[in-house]
């Protein structure tokens, strides 16, 4: 079973900052402990968690479409093409799509933007 990072830096005796800064090859860290970092991340299945990463970076990196309901967009393969290819597209460059179908799009819209779940 794959460890988070709190548990990675507990089976290393170092610290969740230390651990994160080896993984990112900061070079305030030494080779040697950035060395048994990654090994042991490797060892014990360690991912990042994209999640946290955005919000260490403060950014969500997710773009939304809101649309209105009532429509038959799925319905328009041309639509779902469309759709394919922009998440396509923002994936190469890492970021996410979220689809959004809600009563009042404008509000919908603000409301996800102030959450902080897409920018």
């Known amino acids: 079973m794959p460890v988070n990072l709190r548990q990675l830096a507990k089976l290393l005796e170092l610290s969740p900052t230390t651990v994160s800064r080896a993984l990112a090859g900061y070079s305030d860290v030494s080779t040697k402990t950035r060395n048994r970092v990654r090994a042991t ?39 779902l093409d469309l759709l394919a290819g922009i998440s ?30 897409m920018e």
């Open 41 to 79: 991340a490797k060892k014990h299945n360690y991912h990042p968690n994209p999640v946290a990463q955005r919000l260490q970076k403060g950014k969500t990196e997710t773009i939304g479409i809101a649309l209105s309901p009532g429509q038959n967009y799925f319905k328009d393969t041309f639509f």
């Open 88 to 117: 396509v597209s923002l994936s190469k460059v890492g970021y996410d799509l979220t689809i959004s179908v809600a009563p009042d799009s404008e509000h919908e819209i603000d409301s996800l933007h102030r959450s902080g779940l």
